[in-house]
């Protein structure tokens, strides 16, 4: 298979989500680096930029495989032997990868339109991690097992990830490769060297799918304390065998053997023997606390026989929870009823029955049920054991008789004062599943039927006297129970009548179908104990887990059966269905054949809709007129656990109303504004923001409406075309008629006054040549119409002038301002670009002016750099800039440097101190410039 036909088969079969998760081999990666080099030379730079998968896959293996840290275009242009590379070219080519994202539906990180970083920061994200940074990977991995998992893998760790994933969306602040956990409890913070980018993929990427590929690594992790070795051999399991050599912290761990006493971690307090010493111990498990939870401290309330203690429970930092240190307290009675409530900001309460028994495995921590193999059992003195045959320790104790068990398996049944226990637990009738997929129903005859990977293991009860004839009916197939039996048990309650468990695998044949479980009890009706569709191959994945503001949901149906969208569609490109989710169900449709019967199958999408007076939309309106507010507001957003509305106002920093939703039905929340409508009427010259906050797999926040009063510009800028002439491009939120006047800045004289659209808008009476104030008003009327007034709502902008889409030779650039690693920079000075000469359609050199700021005035200009070189993006025919550098020598040209202590700019020949920490390299893909491109007055 070529490597075309590789990428092409990953992309399209695997279900990734990122493109660093396609194994690429060193022939493959000589393949794409000659393929790349000849594509790169033929590409050209268009509005509209191509996808380009393998170009794509390039990028990410080069961010793989030679990344370290800086500059990442620099790596790349070493890499295909070309540093001439332009940064427009390098820009195209971020654009192409976008594309290539958008195209295929992989994870993007969100970017602002004109932020050249972003493509790297998603190239990085789609590398996953870097080889460079995989130790620091590494140190993060086993924190996480050991912090947050307490050293314990579940089998699921989605709701873990979620919590983490909160923790980094608060931490992408924080510039730099690296990320802290702050010290709590007297313990030193540490540090964890992460890519900025890893860190974004785990706040923003698709928790389901950057969940399974943690989860592969957390597996390293756990299988190195059963001596197991990986068993592939991709970078990370070579990475993985490499750090294990160098790091200590996980090999006195493991020497410790303190990582698992009972196999399933406790979360409910449970107890321990200290057999030694004859006194049973209260213990108090590791505990995980949520941010939003902790309130300063933690204790325990432990209350037994009516007299209760208090406990305080030390704390440490994990990521994006708290977790309380284990807590042990000796005890008088193991058999006696406790209650422990775990208190913080929120109060967690277990409550332990009193038994006359409890039981231990082989290291003394108490367990649920028997175990395989050495199980030790304490009973209250005077209790009676039947069953297997126990050894009786008799320590001399007062409180209690041990006894041990050491061939317990899946058949035993032990009978302590009467009561039954075995492997399988408390006996509970019915049919125990392993779940097809969360969210996905299946019906037959329009009626709802299970649907499972495996036979389930079903228990029922019959009649002791009918247990030598009764039989289980399978489809087409019959079985006595007593020879098929896993366990037979009796009933203390109910003694005329035995307790059946039987484990249908050992019995039934592994083929897909239709099952039908009865009882067939000798002169009676048959009983049906279950009935279930058995696949072997169905697997339903959706590229989200909540859907907040999106138009459609894509769902992976990735398996061997025919199957057909009802109320969606398939995409072709990736055999992929789209949902749209402006269906009012919420629930995807499809029809299934399974062994030429035909089935229903829905998936339900986790979609947030909202909307006044019960019409609920999933889109996010570009504002809300305020007229529109009404006092009945509804959410509906299915597995939230609250909800609430904040209300902000003036662009304050903080929650000026706040309205809880009021849950009718699961998911659909209500909500009566009528005190925050006044609110925000009451503030109809500010601005309002109505943001939403719920709280589901984890917290999401984010603004749902712009209350609107008065129309809000976003732009309004004049340009030019050499066909049509000069236009005004518009772009406003608002209800009232938005007018425009232009006004010739010599003669004081209005040339033209119009009612505008958003777009673009002809202003045919006004001379390209001119200079120009602009002034916008919006027209309100009264209530009929009539009347109507003109109200300026923004400040006029002066001294505007056309600048030419083909060059801006005869403008300046005004730098506005600069940020560096997404960290606003301070300036004490203002800067300009003047003299500007073309050196390409994209490419302009220039003389870089600087102008101290005094505090009450502005101090003389100066030329401060000759030669600056000014790169452009030309987007729709409007030049805007990319990046500013200057020529060092004859053709090399060189970043501006940015001095934290003067706050001004610098070439590297001004870099007058040694402690070059304090000046930052302003290289492309970390730096965007906020610019102004206008005329020369």
Not at 236 to 261: C, P, Q, Y
Not at 318 to 343: H, L, N, Q
Not at 483 to 505: F, R
Not at 885 to 894: H, L, P, T
Request: negative net charge; hydrophobic residues 35%; contains cysteine.
């Amino acid at each position: 298979m070529s490597f075309i036909e590789t990428i092409q088969s990953a992309i399209q079969d695997s279900g990734i989500k990122l493109l660093g998760q396609i194994q690429i081999s060193e022939e493959e990666y000589a393949e794409l680096l000659a393929y790349s080099k000849d594509r790169i030379n033929n590409l050209q730079i268009r509005t509209t930029s191509p996808c380009d998968l393998y170009l794509s896959v390039f990028l990410v293996q080069v961010a793989i495989r030679k990344y370290t840290d800086g500059n990442y275009w620099e790596y790349f242009k070493e890499e295909i032997n070309n540093p001439a590379l332009s940064s427009a070219k390098t820009n195209n080519i971020g654009r192409v990868f976008v594309a290539t994202l958008k195209h295929y539906h992989l994870f993007q990180i969100s970017r602002d339109k004109y932020a050249n970083n972003a493509f790297v920061e998603n190239i990085k994200a789609h590398a996953y991690v870097p080889n460079n940074y995989l130790d620091g990977y590494f140190d993060f991995i086993y924190a996480f097992y050991e912090k947050n998992l307490l050293r314990q893998l579940p089998d699921d760790i989605t709701e873990d990830f979620a919590e983490m994933s909160y923790f980094f969306e608060n931490s992408l602040s924080s510039s730099g490769d690296s990320v802290s956990l702050m010290s709590v409890d007297n313990r030193p913070s540490k540090s964890y060297r992460l890519l900025k980018a890893t860190r974004s993929l785990f706040a923003t990427g698709d928790v389901t799918a950057v969940s399974n590929i943690l989860y592969d690594h957390l597996k390293m992790v756990d299988d190195y304390f059963d001596d197991k070795q990986p068993n592939d051999s991709n970078r990370f399991s070579v990475a993985f065998s490499k750090w294990i050599e160098k790091t200590n912290e996980i090999k006195e761990a493991k020497l410790k053997g303190d990582r698992k006493h009972s196999g399933v971690f406790y979360r409910k307090p449970y107890f321990t023997i200290d057999r030694g010493n004859g006194y049973a111990s209260l213990v108090i498990p590791k505990q995980k606390i949520r941010e939003d939870d902790l309130r300063g401290s933690v204790y325990a309330l432990v209350s037994v026989n009516g007299k209760a203690d208090t406990y305080t429970l030390n704390i440490y930092r994990a990521f994006g929870v708290y977790v309380t240190e284990e807590k042990r307290i000796p005890i008088d009675d193991v058999f006696a009823e406790f209650s422990v409530s775990i208190v913080s900001g929120k109060t967690r309460k277990f409550e332990i029955e009193s038994k006359s028994y409890r039981i231990f495995d082989e290291d003394y921590y108490e367990i649920s049920k028997l175990r395989k193999g050495q199980n030790y059992i304490l009973v209250s003195k005077g209790s009676i054991i039947k069953g297997e045959k126990p050894v009786y320790i008799n320590r001399d104790f007062d409180e209690w008789d041990e006894y041990s068990f050491g061939k317990i398996n899946e058949k035993s049944v032990l009978y302590i004062n009467e009561c039954p226990i075995s492997m399988t637990g408390s006996f509970t009738v019915g049919a125990n599943f392993e779940n097809l997929g969360e969210g996905v129903t299946f019906y037959s005859d329009n009626k709802p039927i299970r649907a499972a990977y495996n036979h389930p293991i079903v228990s029922f009860k019959v009649p002791s006297s009918l247990i030598g004839g009764t039989l289980i009916r399978c489809n087409n197939s019959k079985h006595f129970i007593e020879y098929v039996a896993t366990s037979i048990v009796d009933l203390p309650d109910e003694v005329e009548t035995k307790g059946v468990t039987i484990i249908l695998e050992d019995i039934l044949e592994d083929k897909e179908g239709m099952y039908l479980i009865e009882l067939d009890e000798p002169g009676k009706s048959n009983k049906t104990i279950c009935k279930y569709l058995l696949f072997k191959d169905f697997k339903c994945e959706l590229d989200k887990k909540w859907y907040v503001f999106d138009d459609e949901a894509i769902i992976d149906l990735n398996s061997n059966y025919e199957i057909a969208p009802i109320n969606c569609y398939k995409d072709s490109s990736t055999n992929r269905f789209i949902f749209d989710l402006h269906n009012q169900t919420g629930v995807a449709e499809f029809s299934i054949k399974l062994n030429n019967t035909q089935f229903l199958f829905n998936v339900e999408i986790n979609t947030f809709k909202h909307g006044f007076e019960g019409a609920l939309t999933p889109s996010k309106p570009d504002y809300l007129w305020h007229t529109d507010l009404k006092n009945d507001f509804n959410v509906l957003i299915p597995g939230a656990s609250k909800a609430f509305l904040l209300y902000e106002k003036n662009n304050n920093i903080g929650i000026n109303g706040r309205k809880k939703g009021v849950e009718e039905k699961n998911g659909l929340f209500k909500f009566d504004l009528t005190d925050l409508n006044q609110e925000i009427h009451n503030n109809a010259n500010g601005t309002n923001a109505i943001r939403f906050f719920f709280e589901a797999d984890k917290k999401y926040l984010f603004e749902l409406y712009d209350v609107l009063f008065h129309n809000k510009v976003i732009k309004a800028n004049m340009i030019f075309d050499e066909e049509s002439g000069v236009k005004v491009d518009v772009d406003y939120k608002g209800n009232y008629d938005l007018v425009i006047q232009i006004i010739d800045q010599n003669t004081n004289e209005t040339i033209a006054e119009k009612t505008v659209n958003n777009g673009v808008n002809n202003f045919d009476d006004v001379s390209p040549d001119g200079i120009y104030t602009m002034k916008i008003f919006e027209r309100e009327g009264d209530a009929f119409g009539f009347f109507a007034e003109l109200k300026e709502i923004c400040e006029p902008q002066y001294g505007l002038g056309i600048v030419n889409s083909k060059t801006i030779s005869k403008c300046k650039v005004t730098i506005n301002g600069v940020t560096n690693n997404d960290t606003v920079l301070d300036f004490d000075y203002n800067y300009s670009i003047l003299h500007l000469e073309m050196i390409d359609e994209i490419t302009f050199k220039g003389k870089l002016v600087e102008q101290e700021k005094k505090k009450d005035f502005l101090g003389p200009s100066r030329v401060v750099l000759d030669n600056v070189l000014v790169e452009c993006t030309n987007e729709e025919g409007v030049l805007s800039v990319l990046s500013i550098k200057y020529e060092y020598d004859e053709d090399i040209f060189e970043p501006l440097y940015y001095d934290c202590n003067e706050h001004r700019l610098l070439d590297c020949d001004s870099l007058s101190s040694n402690d070059y920490s304090r000046y930052i390299p302003l290289f492309d893909d970390s730096t965007v410039y906020d610019t102004l491109i206008g005329r020369i007055v």
